[in-house]
């Protein structure tokens, strides 16, 4: 996809000392200078509220990426699917729908939005990872959270509705859900296969129906830059990648029998590399600035970037403040609020956050009207005590520009 550029030059005014040269100078900055009152009228556009929310994928993959023999990867993904199981989306759904309608946001950026599939007995995984031939994909669907938070959605009469999506990671692998080797079915019933498991995560977004914010045309795309752990000798390539929306706001009223000039911007939304060497989410960054974000047009990027800075009470390791910092060289403004992560357990009610890698970023930058985080009031925990996610969410009303 083609990019529209932007190169800006700024011209300073020089105050000299001498009298005459600075009453010059000052009529020369009042002929070029509007009024406040005329600057404020011209640059001022509309507002709009966006909002960015990693659902949780539902289990940690993070021990998967590690495994050193397919044998060891196939209990591993026993205790990822049990953890998936003990998450419960279909109860997560509920809090996680309510935060979107409280929010009123008019863009919602979605994160993790899984869907689980489940093929019974195992024929040995699927391609890349399953080292059987004929191994096919799984199929029927176990579990689609897209699906279970619009039905919530629809519940609570918040009228959303998706305006498009991004495939990400997609992986499947036999499931030793047992942990017993002696159950298992399929080529490699002896690993304790009880069947195969397969995710995809996307990224989503959302659009308030009945919002003033017009949109156009939908792009996507996958970083070239990707993390490729090994598990057991095989690569897994582990997709993330972007998602943009043309929008616009229409101005109000009329102004000499002109219709109103409409705000322009580009809505962004992405899920940086969470895993492997923070130079990777880096170099994710650097792609979508020198792509998408490669724009005349006002900017508003929302995700999970796994990354921050010191006010962010980050990086937690050494590297990954790369990301941000990549972001801030390039003019984007942080227009968030902190602290957005992570609840490391799901069903401890006094676990809360204490360091921020969801961000609102805008380019120019924007004026913040208000921000705050969703999810780490305890109240907001399943009836089973469950967190809605283990990120908090991220609004934010912006002043778009004309």
Known sequence: MGQDKTDSKHGLFRLGRRPAVLLSAVALVALAIPTAADAKKKGKGQKVTVMTRNLYLGADLKPLTEASSVGEAI???????NEFKSTKFEERAVPLAREIKQSKADLVGLQEVATWYKQTPSDGGAP?????PGATPATDVEQDFLALLQQELKNLDAKYKVIGSQDELSAELPVDADQSDATGTGPLAGFGADFDERILIRDVVLVRKGTKVKLGAVNSSNYVTRYEPSVGGILIPVDRGWISVEAKVKGKGKKKGRKAKSSKFR??????????????????AKELIAGPANTSKQVILVG???????????PEQPGDELAFQAFEAAGFKDNGAVHTASHDNLFDPGDGFDHTVDHVLTKPGLKTKKAFVTGGDPAEMTPSGIWPSDHGGVVSRLQLKK
Do not use: C, K, M, W
């Open 75 to 81: 209990d591993l993904a026993g205790v990822a699917y």
């Open 128 to 132: 890349p990872i399953s080292p059987i």
């Open 267 to 284: 809505f962004i939304n992405t899920h940086l590399e969470a895993y492997g060497p923070p130079t990777i989410r880096e170099a994710q």
């Open 304 to 314: 999970d970037l796994n990354s921050g800075v010191a006010r962010h009470n980050e």
